[in-house]
């Protein structure tokens, strides 16, 4: 069972910067296609990015282009989301999701708040 801890969560005034990590403890990531998603009171969950395992190829959704960046630290093997510019809109839970093959995982969320 792979076990998912986020971290890095918090609040931050609109213009503020986060950087969300990911990790497993002992266990490597480098096999795993990684997702952040997050979820906002009263609305689905959503995908914000996602990193393949095949090549690192990097899908982000059109509302955080340019503002978040979703990376591999292999030495830590963690996933990290940096998150610039962050907006009112941004607030929301952030999980971490791992998949490989047909099993799937995910991590017990992380609060990220934009406030002024």
């Known amino acids: 069972q792979l076990q998912l801890v986020e971290s890095g969560g918090g609040q931050v005034q609109p213009g503020g910067s986060l950087r969300l990590s990911c990790a497993a403890g002992r266990f490597s990531l480098d096999y795993y296609s990684i997702g952040w998603f997050r979820q906002a009171p009263g609305k689905e969950r959503e995908v914000v990015g996602c990193?393949?395992?095949?090549?690192?190829?990097?899908y982000y959704v059109d509302s955080v282009k340019g503002r978040f960046a979703l990376a591999r630290d292999n030495a830590k093997s963690t996933v990290s989301l940096q998150m610039n510019s962050l907006k009112p809109e941004d607030t929301a839970v952030y999980y971490c999701?791992?998949?490989?093959?047909?099993?799937?995982?995910w991590g017990q969320g992380t609060q990220v708040t934009v406030s002024s």
């Open positions: 999701h791992a998949r490989i093959g047909s099993w799937t995982f």
């Open positions: 990193i393949s395992s095949s090549d690192d190829s990097v």
